[in-house]
């Protein structure tokens, strides 16, 4: 049986192995998506890093109409974010397909003049696999303008059901799931917590 320090020397040399394979340098595609919690909150803690390294961000939010989040009050009095709340709200709450539709394709230019600006490091779409779920954005361009970025711009797509052209053009992607919510316990959204 291995010591433990011969098992971590082990690792080690399987780390450092990747870790000089791994050699390329751009921009990465993250896709956040599933039914669970924290697909935006970690895309926000992203924006928070990138900007400890002196990146410029670009934050898009697709269906959250609301504007008293607690990290959109702080990212805005940060130098070297642009901040766009270009959603109506949840569709529930609208029951309007063409403005919901028509604000989402708002967003998207928004959103497409920061995928071509290379002084852009980090660009959040946040919500926007709705966009593409409801039909209110067609794949390809969206495809086209994923890939047509800025070499070294990293690009976070948060919300559930990425559809499978997403998740194939990502390079990295997390499936969050729930296991339970305070929500389903009847707790309220709290300040702080989930908004």
């Known amino acids: ?5 011969e098992r971590m020397q082990k690792k080690k040399a399987v780390v450092d192995g990747k870790i000089a394979a791994a050699a390329s340098e751009r921009g990465v595609l993250v896709i956040n998506t599933g039914n669970g919690k924290g697909k935006s909150s970690a895309a ?3 924006v928070a890093r990138a900007l400890g390294h002196g990146l410029k961000v670009a934050v898009v939010q697709f269906v959250k109409g609301r504007s008293d989040t607690g990290e959109e009050a702080f990212f805005r009095e940060q130098p070297g974010v642009d901040w766009h709340v270009g959603g109506e709200g949840f ?3 609208t029951q309007d397909r063409d403005r919901d539709a028509s604000a989402a394709r708002h967003a998207w230019a928004v959103a497409c003049r920061h ?3 290379p002084t852009v490091g980090l660009v959040v779409l946040d919500e926007f696999t709705y966009t593409l779920k ?5 794949i390809e361009p969206v495809l086209a303008a994923l ?11 948060t919300g559930r059901a990425a559809p499978q052209a ?5 390079d990295t ?3 969050m799931t729930m296991e339970k919510h305070a929500f389903q316990a009847g707790i309220k959204a709290m300040p702080g917590l989930e908004y």
């Not at 890939?147 to 797509?157: A, C, K, M, S, T």
């Open 1 to 5: 049986m291995l010591t433990h320090s």
């Open 44 to 46: 926000f803690g992203v």
């Open 91 to 93: 569709t529930w709450e």
């Open 115 to 117: 995928l071509a600006d």
């Open 134 to 138: 409801y039909g209110w954005l067609d």
């Open 147 to 157: 890939n047509g970025r800025p070499v070294r711009q990293h690009v976070i797509l």
């Open 166 to 170: 997403l998740r194939d053009l990502a």
């Open 173 to 175: 992607v997390t499936d």
